[in-house]
């Protein structure tokens, strides 16, 4: 009888990795990097990093007691600096490169 597990049965919610090939070239052949999203841009980043609450009229309307519920939602608003890009940035790189040595 086979007891071997397959990665399915030990990570379920687990993802498969989808490889891509790896811009700058000398990131090419490394498995572990090409399985990393893409480089992003600034632009990019922004988008995926910022959160806008959706304001909808009906909100307004709801008794105070459900309104305070709703607020709660507000402290999670999040427009990027140009820190934050910077600091994405860095760990991007920190994490390539880390995999960049661990590969060699």
Do not use: W
Not at 56 to 68: F, G, R, V
Not at 86 to 98: E, G, P, V
């Amino acid at each position: 009888m086979n007891t071997a597990r397959s990665n399915e049965d030990m990570y379920p919610n687990g993802v498969v990795a989808t490889c891509r090939e790896a811009e700058p070239p000398e990131y090419c052949s490394n498995p572990l990097i090409e399985a990393l999203p893409p480089i992003y841009s600034e632009i990019k980043a922004r988008e995926l990093l910022k959160y806008y609450l959706v304001m909808d009229e009906a909100i307004c309307a709801k008794p105070s007691h459900i309104l305070m519920h709703d607020l709660v939602n507000v402290a999670d608003f999040f427009t990027p600096l140009p820190i934050h890009l910077a600091l994405q940035q860095q760990l991007d790189r920190i994490i390539r490169n880390d995999e960049e040595e661990k590969h060699e």
